[in-house]
């Protein structure tokens, strides 16, 4: 079969799933059906591939080309064109045909030339008849999505939003009007994003014109949440609820209401819908930031005709995290609709996905500077058994306690079994470590954090596991000496969660919430105001959601309404770590570091004599910053004593906020307009533009021309270094390289970074990591090369081994294999370590082998019987061909030690009709 024949057959299926009937020109029967695809239509340029026809009228034309065309496809937009502006034979109409469609039998793309500014996108299949029919008979023609978005929104009420708020509609509205097809609205915790994003939707409804909204949610219970948030909203312009105005749907089935306007669903629940992969209920009660997707979840998502592509105009994200860029990413590819992101904390991956189009970004920091929410304090907890774990010698007589259960025996041990503290609570649980951290929180509060307090203030504890939310309730119940209203466990295992957690924010008991996951993200509780962290976190965005849960701003009527002898509004809250969380999370979401090898010292002493370059700036704040968290309460009063009362944290973040680019230029319109001079941000000049720079630099940097602080800060510098290079050695990570060949280095590397950044979407490597759909993602080996080369290339000359040894200079600690030869894959690393995908650098054949050991674990785990001796020989040979090529496929048998093991033939005869796909998913799982 030719791959034209191929791509049609491709293209035929894909408009019968959509219910158009196919029909060649010489047997065509408009009649037989509301929706009608003709072969080989003659036109007067020639004959189209496909005429599109509604209720017997010509409406679209697809242009269908080979598979291999591939992204190439947009090359066949002119030829589209042409055809839908020829005559059609027995056509009496010669208005263009509106709908225009390139199809091969992998990608389809889609122009409505009746937009303000016909754009092509990608869509995931054909439309059904019945849509184009009904975009058709809107009134006053023409009037698509896009023509309404482009036109002027009513303004905006301000009563009852926040200026936060208000910036966030308008941000996104605007950019709707451009027809961006990803926004994102970055908000802090706390600053109202499910409100400002009900508003933006209410005007999307009502002025817009969308016919329907999907609302994703990570977890169950912020889907009720959410749902409640909608049925309490009144709209600016009309006394009436949102849910009297629009009927809402949280979805618990695959069923869609065909009336529902909006629809609230996990994201676990509508990759179900449109997979056919059966989903338990409890999944929507874990957050998809506790879950790494693993080979069991490999059904990629299929057109349903019960959820058309078109079912949603627009989908809101909210809290949109990781989930998003793996397995779940294909619900998003799925739906022709505007994406809008909600979150509090972005990072790299988030951007990029969203396209680096950000309508709003409101910080932690301004929402504290602004009362929305509240700063917090950082109280250490640790004990010796924490910290060095213990051991049990052979033959102690100990409970032994089974973990599903929570039956015990008495038993002597088997063996000495030495334990660290990371096991603790899974595979060990030592009752006096959570004793000792209970009894410390206790005294720690009473007597130090909130001394004036007669009742203990609200406290949520995160456990490791619902086994270890057990034994620390027993253990609070025992320390406080309360009974079981006092401390309850809220995790998504216990049939009453919902009623406690109701209890937690409003009543007097529960003082004290131990949960696993439920209250993890986005569940607002407001009185809050101690969180102990007993389990550790390791994602960074994970992490600054757990801690939001303590920031939320509270009037003093309310906090007293649960707490009755607090002495006026809530003003912070107190983080507790007692398992070192905050030193294992490092929050900073940019590198700020631009001199590693100067001192503290010197920076300092280089401000205050005039240096005020932005990396001497930056790589200052970058030192207060880090220094700021590791300070105690009478260090931090020395320094405040010195610089008027600023905290050092905020002497850092001022002179960050100076060299925001946006203030500068602002300040420099400010300042021209005093000087009675017209200027617009195109217009100002570059010295206009230093000046106001300069200005906003100097006023952040005069509290260090004072002596007395630069030596306090550096002598409170010294005091914190002992101790942490005496416990942490992270702190070496900037020393050891400095001078020429560090500046060599440095060089280097932000040459890589900016070649990444400007040439992503020109090199194929590239494009794999950015922007893919999921169902096309793909590494070869061809692409690797094509990297290598461009970047070996003068000016550049960044081969993978010079590369490698600048990572080595300028972020050692992160870096492994620095002393062992590069492989031409070892590019795929560096690729990853330098858009932030991985964390550390290591080479690509030892990244595989990790990934290998991971995924066989996994395989054999699931397996009714685990791999035989042949066939893990066979799967290390595999392996072995990934690390060094990237991929494997069919053809690669062929080749080298495959080969000469017997070939294709061979593995076959190994592992039958499994082995094509074991390739896939060994691609998949070792690669990307």
């Known amino acids: 079969m030719t791959p034209e024949l191929r791509a049609r057959q491709l293209i035929d299926q894909r408009l019968m799933e959509a219910g158009w009937q196919v029909q060649d020109y010489r047997t065509l029967n408009l009649g037989a059906s509301a929706g009608v695809a003709v072969r080989e239509y003659p036109t007067d340029t020639g004959p189209a591939d496909y005429v599109l026809f509604v209720d017997r009228h010509a409406v679209g034309v697809i242009e269908a080309k080979r598979d291999e065309a591939g992204e190439n496809i947009t090359v066949a937009e002119d030829q589209t064109s042409r055809y839908a502006n020829a005559t059609l034979k027995w056509r009496s109409s010669d208005l263009p045909l509106p709908f225009l469609f390139e199809a091969t039998g992998q990608i389809i793309r889609f122009t409505d030339g009746r937009d ?49 708020q208000v910036g966030a509609v308008t941000g996104l509205e605007e950019s709707l009007a451009l027809a961006k097809p990803r926004a994102l609205i970055h908000m802090a915790t706390g600053a109202g994003k499910t409100f400002t994003a009900i508003t933006a939707m209410y005007r999307l409804l009502k002025f817009a014109g969308a016919r329907r909204i999907l609302f994703l949610v990570d977890t169950r219970n912020l889907g009720q949440q959410a749902h409640q948030e909608f049925m309490a909203y009144t709209p600016p312009d009309d006394a009436r609820k949102f849910t009297e105005l629009y009927n809402v749907q949280r979805l618990a089935s695959a069923s869609i209401d065909p009336h529902a306007q909006v629809c609230i669903s996990t994201i676990q629940r509508m990759y179900s819908i449109l997979s056919g992969e059966p989903m338990d209920d409890s999944a929507e009660d874990i957050s998809l930031s506790e879950v790494r997707q693993t080979g069991k979840q490999q059904k990629l998502v299929r057109y349903n005709p019960q959820v058309p592509i078109e079912t949603f105009d627009f989908i809101v994200i909210d809290e949109c995290h990781r989930s998003i860029y793996n397995l779940w990413k294909q619900v998003l590819d799925y739906f022709d609709a505007f994406l809008v992101g909600l979150t509090a904390t972005p990072d790299k991956r988030t951007f990029g996905f969203f396209n680096e189009n950000i309508v709003a970004e409101y910080t932690y920091e301004q929402s504290v500077a602004d009362g929305v929410n509240v700063g917090y304090d950082v109280w250490e907890i640790e004990t010796e058994v924490t910290r060095a774990g213990a051991e049990l010698k052979a033959r102690e007589w100990v409970d032994h306690r089974d973990r599903a259960t929570r039956a015990k025996r008495w038993a002597e041990t088997e063996e000495d079994t030495l334990y660290t503290g990371k096991e603790l609570d899974r595979s060990v649980v030592n009752p006096s470590q959570i004793r000792q951290v209970i009894l410390a929180m206790k005294t720690a509060v009473e007597t130090q954090i909130f001394p004036a307090r007669q009742e203990t203030p609200k406290t949520l504890i995160f456990a490791k596991t619902d086994s270890h939310a057990d034994d620390i309730i027993h253990c609070v119940r025992e320390v406080y000496g309360q009974g079981n209203a006092f401390c309850r466990k809220v995790t998504y295992s216990e049939k009453e969660a919902d009623s406690v957690l109701q209890a937690f924010r409003n009543d007097y008991h529960p003082r004290i919430a131990v949960t696993v996951d439920m209250i993890a993200t986005g569940t607002d509780v407001k009185p809050l105001e101690v969180l102990l962290f007993m389990r550790d976190v390791r994602s960074k965005g994970y992490y600054e959601q757990m801690k939001g849960r303590g920031v ?50 010197d920076l300092l002493q280089g401000v205050a004599l005039g240096h005020r370059d932005d990396d001497t700036v930056l790589s200052l704040a970058n030192r207060l910053v880090r220094l700021a968290r590791l300070l105690d309460a009478k260090q931090q009063a020395r320094i405040e004593k010195h610089s008027g009362g600023a905290p050092v944290s905020e002497l850092g973040r001022a002179l960050i906020a100076a060299l925001n680019p946006d203030a500068i230029q602002q300040a420099a319109l400010a300042a021209a307009q005093a000087a009675g001079i017209t200027r617009s941000a195109d217009t100002l000049t570059q010295q206009e533009i230093t000046a106001a720079r300069n200005a906003r630099v100097a006023a952040a940097c005069a509290a260090f021309d004072k002596p007395e602080l630069r030596d306090e800060i550096e002598s409170i510098r010294r005091e914190r270094e002992q101790i942490i290079d005496h416990v942490n050695l992270d702190t070496v990570n900037f020393s050891g390289y400095s001078g020429q060949a560090e500046t060599q280095a440095q060089q280097t590397v932000q040459a890589f970074r900016d070649y990444i950044a400007a040439h992503k979407d020109e090199i194929a490597a590239l494009s794999f990591f950015y922007a893919q759909p999921y169902q096309r993602r793909a590494l070869t080996f061809d692409m690797i090369e094509e990297l290598h080369e461009a970047l070996s290339r003068p000016p550049l000359m960044l081969t993978t081994e010079r590369l490698w040894s600048a990572y080595a200079r300028v972020q050692q600690a992160q870096v492994q294999g620095a002393g062992i030869r590069r492989q031409l894959t070892d590019l795929v690393s560096l690729v990853r370590f330098a858009i932030g995908l991985d964390g550390e650098l290591r080479p690509f054949s030892e990244a595989v082998d990790k990934r290998y050991a991971d995924w066989i674990w996994r395989h054999n785990a699931k397996r009714a019987t685990a791999f035989t001796p042949e066939q893990m020989e066979w799967l290390r040979l595999m392996k072995e061909h990934i690390a060094t090529s990237c991929s494997i496929g069919r053809e690669d048998f062929d080749y080298a030690e495959l080969a000469s093991r017997g070939g294709l033939q061979k593995a076959w005869a190994v592992f039958g009709k499994e082995i094509d796909a074991l390739m896939v998913e060994m691609n998949g799982e070792l690669v990307a």
């Open 116 to 164: 303000p500014v016909p754009r092509s996108r990608e869509i995931f299949h054909f439309f059904r008849p019945q849509q184009l029919a009904e975009w058709l008979a809107e009134p006053a023609q023409p009037n698509t999505l896009r023509r309404r978005l482009a036109q002027q929104m009513p303004d905006l009420p301000a009563q009852n939003l926040r200026d936060c």
């Open 552 to 601: 939320r701003s509270l009037s003093a009527d309310k906090l007293r309404s649960v707490s009755a002898s607090a002495d006026g509004a809530k003003t912070r809250f107190v983080l507790i770590d007692a398992v070192g969380v905050e030193k294992s999370c490092k929050t900073e979401t940019r590198s700020l570091e631009r001199k590693p090898g100067q001192s503290l010292k």
